[in-house]
């Protein structure tokens, strides 16, 4: 049984470019939230997509943005990027049954660093 | 608003040491769930308990232990005989009804265990 996994590892982006990192979520799993974890903080909720919808959204700007596929996999992407946006990027999987909530189930993340 | 407090920045034990996690939170639904994860050095948040609102009772899991009160809004945990293989960064996080599972997490403890 697959977890949860992203693409790819490791990424080194310049000021002002794009990027786009994936996710596919544990088998079973139909939600995918995703989470960015900057140097020595806990991670911070970014937004959550279910039936290809964006669901929930923290405080995070319109420069990220995000997709679900048919087949529940995500893509996160960052417009713009400033040198604050380098962190961990950690995509977590998990369904809600019944409204209440499950445990998310997480990747090993991606490592961006912006230049 | 819902916050999640972990005070202990850095614990160092030497193995075999019982060693405990404070985990505070604040909350203002009276329907809410809490977790801890475990993060090794690989980066991948590793999902070790989900505990609801509603259920006070401890658990035990092996030499992992987890005390709830919700008079004094505390999740802590207890690791006992501890091993090197414990080194990790531990985080307690909140999950709120209609929050869709969405977790908010404290800034973590670092656990380094010696040999």
């Known amino acids: 049984d697959a977890g949860v996994t992203q693409s790819p590892t490791h990424l080194i982006k310049t000021r002002g470019q794009q990027v786009t990192l994936r996710c596919s979520p544990k088998?079973?799993?139909?939600?995918v939230s995703w989470y960015q974890q900057a140097l020595g903080q806990g991670p911070q909720f970014i937004f959550q997509y279910y039936e290809e919808e964006e669901r929930q959204r923290g405080n995070f700007p319109d420069r990220f943005s995000g997709h679900q596929f048919p087949n529940y996999s995500s893509e996160l992407n960052v417009n713009a990027l400033l040198l604050g946006d380098s962190a961990l990027y950690l995509c977590?999987?998990?369904?809600?049954?019944?409204?209440?909530?499950?445990?998310?189930?997480f990747g090993p993340g991606t490592r961006l660093t912006v230049t | 608003a819902q916050k999640v407090t972990q005070a202990q920045t850095e614990i160092s034990v030497v193995e075999k040491e019982d060693v405990t996690l404070d985990c505070v939170y604040e909350t203002r639904d009276t329907t809410y769930y809490l977790f801890w994860y475990k993060q090794p050095p690989s980066g991948e948040l590793v999902f070790l308990i989900r505990?609801?609102?509603?259920?006070?009772q401890n658990e035990i899991s092996g030499r992992y232990s987890w005390n709830f009160q919700k008079s004094t809004s505390s999740f802590n945990f207890t690791i006992t005989a501890s091993q090197v293989v414990d080194s990790a960064v531990y985080f307690c996080a909140l999950s709120e009804r209609g929050s869709q599972g969405n977790l908010i997490f404290g800034k973590g403890t670092k656990l380094s265990v010696k040999p």
């Open positions: 505990r609801n609102s509603f259920d006070e």
């Open positions: 977590a999987s998990s369904f809600v049954l019944a409204g209440q909530p499950y445990e998310q189930y």
């Open positions: 088998s079973g799993h139909d939600t």
